[in-house]
């Protein structure tokens, strides 16, 4: 069956499925913010692949106060002063327990996680509180389920008082049996954070043992220099700690209450890109679906080495007994992802199987768990290819009749569309608003028109070459609308500053854009999840 087209994706999604409010404030709370998808940056989980923070600057939407223009590159503001088209999608979770819920555990944002484990005695507390030097690390809560150990650290300096960040690198801080072995890896929470305590999760592999132990090489951790906004003044620190710890944790019960079942769904898109659906886990924090990713030759050819780096799935799930339609990993406003994403990038490598294992565990505020009938339906993915496209462009063909300006240039370009209806010359500053006014004695060209984008222009390099051979870099400005129907950007105020390019140059020149992150939708692939005879923990 082909995948539901876009105009009926969105429509589906406002109007036939429609859930009912539920009552718990916290997940309320989180509705709100759905579709405002924040990560952690990289200071304080410097393990976070930049091209996830790329995904969240694109998706969220954020306007920088200040930025930095870069020539030759783009850049875009977002504007998102109106209200998403559509309501929030209101939780489906299960009616989550009224049980006291620690202080470090709210001000991580794990509220929820907690009320759907500590019931199941899947909540432990190692006691961990190692001072030295007056400075204390504190872990007192760890989660845990067959999926996913999250483990939650508080740092405080002398007498309590706050200090500089501590950065526990996730390197040195590790899940092995008993020999030594690794059992665990490194996965990546995509909600917020709390600057006060730091969380980690690992995600586990598929063989584990009745008891794993969690050991942090922490030692020698150099206090930062502490700055006084008051005084403006740096007071240096040469303080260093030993904040090593290590702790074991039972897993027979975590083992119990989790259900999993093996895959065998194979696709590969007319592009290239081939996935392999491997296996369904159900715990009572969430479902999650795991898969390998590798390229044919004729797509790895147009890839660079770290394309596994940005590559990103869209898709969405649909559960017809709940009224479910949950949409992932998409530029669309009301698009979510998943709760932990993992990346296994160690098998990529041509002396191995060139996969990339990927998971995404879904929270059961968004996927109910218990649902008997889940569909996974692929929408389409973005990956980095590098490909270049260009157009003559001939200025002196650019003509006003009446107030109508004919187009000077119009350019179609990997499902994007460009319609230039005008040029000046500007001179060039570091500054977002530009004069108005005709400058053109040692202004740079600026061709002003709208664009309509399917692909994420940031990150697409764009030059113009003039006939005696020379480059000239162009940045890339304008304003983003929010999505039209067909998933589109809108760009009103589209400018190419053709830096150095003056009057004198001439009116002929070759426009050069090498795209960087594509948007495939030509796909045609989706998959029953497995079902269950019995999920223990509702027993």
Request: net charge negative; hydrophobic share 35%; no cysteine.
């Amino acid at each position: 069956m082909k995948p539901i087209s876009r105009d009926e994706d969105r429509m589906w999604e406002e109007h036939l499925y429609q859930e009912e409010p539920d009552a718990d404030f916290t997940l309320k709370v989180m509705q709100k913010l759905d579709g405002v998808s924040m990560e952690s940056g990289e200071d304080e989980h410097p393990f976070v692949k930049k091209s996830i923070r790329a995904h969240w600057m694109r998706r969220t939407g954020v306007a920088a106060a200040a930025v930095v223009i870069l020539a030759g590159g783009a850049w875009f503001a977002f504007d998102h002063t109106t209200e998403p088209a559509q309501p929030l999608v209101n939780a489906v979770d299960q009616r989550l327990p009224e049980i006291p819920v620690p202080e470090e555990i709210r001000s991580a944002y794990l509220t929820d996680d907690y009320k759907r484990l500590k019931p199941l005695d899947l909540v432990i507390n190692p006691n961990i509180q190692i001072v030295d030097q007056g400075y204390t690390l504190k872990i007192s809560d760890v989660l845990v389920d067959r999926s996913q150990i999250i483990i939650i650290t508080e740092k405080s300096g002398p007498k309590g008082s706050t200090i500089p960040a501590v950065y526990l690198d996730a390197g040195r801080i590790h899940v092995t049996d008993e020999k030594g072995n690794s059992v665990a890896s490194v996965a990546v929470d995509t909600r917020l954070s709390s600057g006060k305590y730091q969380r980690f999760v690992f995600q586990l592999n598929d063989d584990i043992p009745d008891h794993v132990f969690v050991r942090g090489e922490l030692s020698y951790l150099k206090i930062p220099d502490y700055y006084n906004a008051a005084t403006g003044k740096i007071t240096a620190s040469n303080t260093t700690v030993d904040w090593s710890f290590q702790f074991n944790i039972d897993m027979t019960n975590a083992k119990l209450m989790a259900v999993g079942a093996p895959i065998n769904n194979t696709y590969t898109t007319p592009e290239g890109l081939k996935l392999d659906m491997t296996q369904l886990v159900r715990t009572p924090n969430g479902t999650r679906l795991d898969m390998n990713i590798s390229l044919e030759d004729q797509l790895r050819a147009k890839v660079g080495e770290n394309w596994a780096d940005d590559m990103d799935l869209m898709y969405h799930i649909e559960i017809p007994e709940t009224n479910e339609y949950r949409i992932f990993n998409e530029n669309r406003p009301n698009a979510r992802q998943a709760k932990f994403r993992f990346r296994d990038m160690s098998r990529l490598s041509e002396d191995n199987d060139g996969q990339m294992r990927l998971s995404e565990t879904w929270d059961p505020a968004y996927v109910t768990v218990d649902a008997k009938k889940i569909r996974f339906v692929l929408d389409g993915y973005t990956i980095p290819v590098r490909e270049e496209k260009s157009v003559e462009v001939d200025l002196e063909k650019m003509r006003k009749d009446a107030e109508f300006y004919t187009y000077v240039l119009q350019l179609e370009q990997f499902g994007d569309e460009i319609l230039f209806s005008k040029y000046n010359y500007w001179p060039v500053q570091q500054s977002l608003k530009l004069p108005e006014g005709n400058f053109e004695g040692n202004s740079s060209l600026v061709l002003e028109g709208v664009g309509t984008f399917q692909n994420d222009i940031n990150g697409d390099q764009w030059v113009a070459i003039d006939h005696e051979g020379r480059e000239y870099p162009v940045e890339v400005m304008g304003t983003t609308d929010q999505p039209n129907k067909n998933e589109e950007y809108i760009v009103g105020d589209l400018r190419l500053i053709i830096h150095g390019f003056k009057k004198e140059n001439g009116t002929k020149f070759t426009l050069k854009r090498t795209a960087v992150n594509r948007e495939y939708r030509d796909v045609n692939w989706e998959v029953n999840l497995p079902s269950y005879d019995s999920l223990p923990w509702l027993k």
